[in-house]
Nanobody
C-alpha cells in the first residue's frame, strides 16, 4: 500500500502562487497514476487534477484549467501541483491521491483511488 505525504500548503494572497508536493513511499511509484483533490468543510471532496503513471497525460477540471499544473518526478517519487493566479475560492484542504494505472481516466476523475494523503491546507486571502 502506497503512503502519501503532502507539503507546501499555506496562506497566500489572491493572485499569488503555491506549489504543493506529495511524496510517495511503500510502493512502486511508477505503477500509479496520481491526482489532487480538495475539500472545504461541509462539502464533498472535489477532484482537481490527475496525471498518468508516465506523466504523458494530464486532466484538469475546468475551474483550475490554465492556472494549475500537475507534474511528477518518478525518480523522486513525488507529484506536484503548481498553483498560480490563486483565488479565494481555491481555499481548501488539498489531498494527494494514488490510483493504479488502469484507473486513470483521461476524461475526468480516476475511477478508483487506492491511497490518500493526510492533506495540506491552502488559504487564499482576498
Amino acid at each position: 500500500q502506497v503512503q502519501l505525504v503532502e507539503s507546501g500548503g499555506g496562506l497566500v494572497q489572491a493572485g499569488g502562487s503555491l506549489r504543493l508536493s506529495c511524496a510517495a513511499s511503500g510502493g512502486t511509484f511508477s505503477m500509479y497514476g496520481m491526482g489532487w483533490f480538495r475539500q472545504v468543510p461541509g462539502k464533498e471532496r472535489e477532484f482537481v487534477a490527475a496525471i498518468s503513471w508516465s506523466g504523458s497525460s494530464t486532466y484538469y477540471v475546468d475551474s483550475v484549467k490554465g492556472r494549475f499544473t500537475i507534474s511528477r518526478d518518478n525518480a523522486k517519487n513525488t507529484v506536484y501541483l503548481q498553483m498560480s493566479s490563486l483565488k479565494p475560492d481555491d481555499t481548501a484542504a488539498y489531498y494527494c491521491a494514488a490510483f493504479e494505472r488502469g484507473y486513470y481516466n483521461p476524461y475526468g476523475a480516476p475511477r478508483r483511488i487506492n491511497g490518500w494523503g493526510q492533506g495540506t491546507q491552502v488559504t487564499v486571502s482576498s
